[in-house]
């Protein structure tokens, strides 16, 4: 049985926004998922609808079950279900900007309460990312946004998840680092099996590292199958890797081709 | 002028500062893990030596009994504001927010009299009130031993916040969603500050309604305790209490040495005066964060 199951989730903002309409996913027991789709798409709201942190900005579900582990998501909120090993790590990184590295770590295990076993954990992060162990005293608000990104991966794992809500990683990186933070992710998936669902807007980057993935526009999942079956499909080509054959710019006519599935 | 005369105001100065920064340390909690300027801190104060001298004058309890029962009461006085007043503003403008401390100060401090009665009432908490000379200068014992207790529990605080507890609460005035999305339970931790917010302010209460008396005039408090959270820079501690002793020799000095000059009633002038130039010229405070901005 899967570890996540969507189905047919429905989520209103402020009673009357209807952001996402009727998705249904799946997340394999250590599976490696993305969710695709360009802005607004409704990637990010999936996500909260998925941790619960939706209701901190007005957002319901409306309809739909979300099931994860065999139990029932909805009825909990965030923090019990951080407890369950369902962990979110938000866009744009929100580390605690005022805090050092180490304090940043800590300030996530509020469910562990044996504090040696918090103690190796922090060592153990410190291990895994060198990086942050260098900054370890400077405060996390002036560590670079590479860093930034380490570190709420880092923070997220200091949970102990099963599943790790992943989104948009990449934003605002430099192509390299992009590189080196998928590697940590793919690094994570395969070493200590936690289940990734990972939310991207570089398609490329994404399809190269997940098994499977959904292809979601304007609240709908679109289109679903293994990351090269997503890959070869010559509309995902056009509309999200930007088009794989040559384009003679002279002969195209001004009209963009019309997504199929909109039809 | 005279050295002595200099030495005694500083002296009983610091100690004064000592009882304001307690005051205070109580805004800068709050603030630290809501960012929210608790405006009814005072009023809090207020309400905490009201209901000391109700359990021991009404009730007639003996006052090592009605001191912690004050702080247990005030507690439960402080998660009660928080989960019926401040939780459903979640969400809401910080100037709406900064409105309803405030209207909770003007209730309290029309309702308490209203009940107790608005005489001065006298809470006597065992202090002797004889001076104690220590060569030529006189401290006065009631505020020496206030302010003593008063730097113990901001110390406390300090100690406090360094604490894994105390490390997400910091964790929340940081970034609420994200300690949200970490397992941190952001209400009860806000729940938590209030209560310990409340129980300051009733300590700092009972001190000075032990020189004072109790009446409205106690939720004065809150215009040193901002000036004195302003100075030392909203959510920092050890600027609490920097900014609480420098405060304190301004004003005893002023009071000393510019009052007989100028015909009195410069002391309630230093506070206003510090609030105004420490804006415009450091709007951080001696210790406040900055706010992070990465280019």
């Known amino acids: ?263 | 002028m005279e050295f002595a005369l200099i030495l005694e105001l500083s002296v009983n100065g610091i100690f004064i500062g000592l009882m304001y920064a307690l005051v205070a340390a109580g805004l800068v909690l709050i603030y630290k893990t809501s960012g929210i300027a608790n405006l009814a801190q005072g009023a809090l104060a207020m309400m905490g030596a009201y209901v000391v001298w109700a359990i021991s004058a009404q009730l007639g309890a003996p006052m090592w009994l009605a001191i912690p029962l004050g702080l247990i009461v005030m507690f439960g006085a402080g998660l009660l504001t928080e989960r019926l007043a401040l939780r459903r503003m979640i969400g809401q403008p910080v100037i709406m927010v900064i409105m309803l401390t405030i209207g909770i100060e003007i209730m309290l401090r029309g309702v308490l009299p209203g009940i107790f009665g608005a005489a001065v009432k006298k809470l006597d908490v065992g202090i002797p009130n004889d001076p104690l000379f220590i060569g030529d200068i006189l401290i006065n014992r009631a505020t020496m031993i206030g302010g003593l207790i008063s730097l113990a529990l901001v110390a406390l605080s300090i100690a406090f916040f360094n604490s894994r507890l105390g490390l997400m609460m910091r964790a929340v005035s940081d970034d609420q969603m994200a300690s949200w999305s970490v397992g941190i339970r952001v209400d009860r931790a806000v729940a938590i500050a209030w209560g310990l917010s409340a129980t300051m302010a009733t300590t700092a209460g009972i001190l000075w309604g032990s020189t004072q008396g109790v009446d409205w005039s106690l939720s004065l408090l809150l215009i040193k305790a901002l000036a004195i959270a302003i100075l030392g820079g909203l959510d920092s501690i050890p600027g609490v209490l920097l900014a609480g002793v420098l405060i304190g020799l301004a004003e005893s000095l002023a009071t000393g040495l510019l009052d007989p000059l100028v015909g009195g009633g410069t002391r309630d002038v230093v506070a206003s005066v510090i609030i105004l130039l420490t804006l415009l010229l450091r709007p951080h405070g001696l210790f406040g964060r900055e706010h992070i901005e990465r280019v």
């Open chain 1, 1 to 263: 049985m899967s570890l996540l199951v969507l189905n047919n989730v429905e989520v209103v903002y402020d009673s009357v926004f209807l952001a996402v309409k009727g998705v249904s996913l799946e997340v394999p027991k250590a599976g490696l998922v993305a969710l695709l789709g360009a802005n607004g798409a409704g990637k990010s709201t999936v996500l909260k609808s998925i941790s619960g942190l939706l209701a901190a900005e007005r957002g319901l579900v409306t309809r739909g079950q979300v099931t994860f582990d065999g139990e029932d998501m909805r009825v909990l909120d965030p923090p019990a279900r951080v407890r369950r090993g369902l962990v979110h790590v938000l866009e744009g990184r929100h580390v605690f900007g005022h805090l050092t590295p180490e304090e940043n770590l800590i300030a996530a295990t509020s469910m562990h309460p044996d504090r040696a076993k918090v103690k190796r954990m922090v060592e153990e992060m410190f291990t895994h990312f060198p990086r942050l162990a260098e900054r370890a005293k400077a405060q996390a608000g002036y560590l670079s946004g590479g860093e930034q990104q380490m570190l709420a991966i880092a923070r997220a794992l200091m949970t102990e998840p099963k599943l790790i809500l992943l989104d948009e990683p990449s934003l605002g990186l430099a192509p390299f680092l992009v590189d080196e933070i998928f590697d940590i992710v793919r690094r994570i998936n395969a070493v200590s099996g936690v289940a990734i669902l990972l939310v991207e807007q570089n398609a490329v980057a994404a399809l190269d590292l997940v098994e499977t993935a959904y292809l979601i526009d304007q609240g709908r999942i679109v289109m679903s199958g293994t990351a090269a079956a997503l890959a070869a499909n010559p509309d995902i080509q056009d509309a999200y890797l930007g088009g794989a054959q040559k384009v003679d710019y002279h002969a195209v006519k001004h009209y963009r081709r019309r997504k199929r599935w909109l039809a």
